[in-house]
């Protein structure tokens, strides 16, 4: 049976808030973790293949300078937070870094630590976490799962 709100078919009574069984055994678990959906990290990250279904390039190319050299590596994904790149040489963990990068015609140049270094067999994959962000790139790198998502139709 359908009931609208405040309406009480004529067998039931309305009932008040003392109707309402006590709450003083309710345990509160203070080590509840919820989950996150993009597991540890802050934000959703694009993934190179899907960075090139937005840009319509096989990859993005990134140049990163360091005290000791600038070299240049691939972008391996992104979100707003960070980023990771596979490079021929492996970066020191903690290491200050700049970037520079295009994601279509938006240039990106910003700063980021080196936070984690993984030899694999194309190379090394950093993962760096960013920092000194531009008020307009933050924005735009957030929009990218937007764009991925419109594209796809979903």
């Known amino acids: 049976m359908f009931l609208a709100f405040g309406i009480y078919p004529m067998s039931e009574e309305k009932k008040?808030?003392?109707d309402i069984p006590s709450l003083d055994?309710?345990?509160?678990?203070?080590?509840f973790q919820p989950e996150n959906p993009h597991g540890r990290r802050d934000s959703k990250r694009?993934?190179?293949k899907e960075l090139a279904k937005i840009f319509g390039v096989p990859c993005v190319a990134i140049k990163i300078a360091t005290t000791?050299?600038?070299?240049?590596?691939?972008?391996?994904d992104i979100s707003e937070n960070g980023?990771?790149?596979?490079?021929?040489?492996p970066l020191q963990v903690n290491e200050k870094v700049k970037l520079g990068f295009f994601l279509g015609t938006h240039k990106i140049i910003c700063k980021g630590t080196v936070r984690h270094v993984a030899q694999g067999m194309l190379g090394y994959t950093c993962g760096i976490r960013l920092h000194d962000v531009n008020d307009q790139v933050r924005p735009h790198i957030q929009g990218l799962y937007a764009s991925l998502i419109l594209k796809q139709g979903l």
């Open 16 to 18: 008040s808030w003392n």
């Open 25 to 31: 055994d309710l345990k509160v678990d203070w080590a």
């Open 46 to 48: 694009l993934s190179d």
């Open 68 to 76: 000791e050299a600038v070299s240049k590596g691939l972008l391996q």
């Open 83 to 89: 980023l990771a790149i596979r490079l021929q040489h």
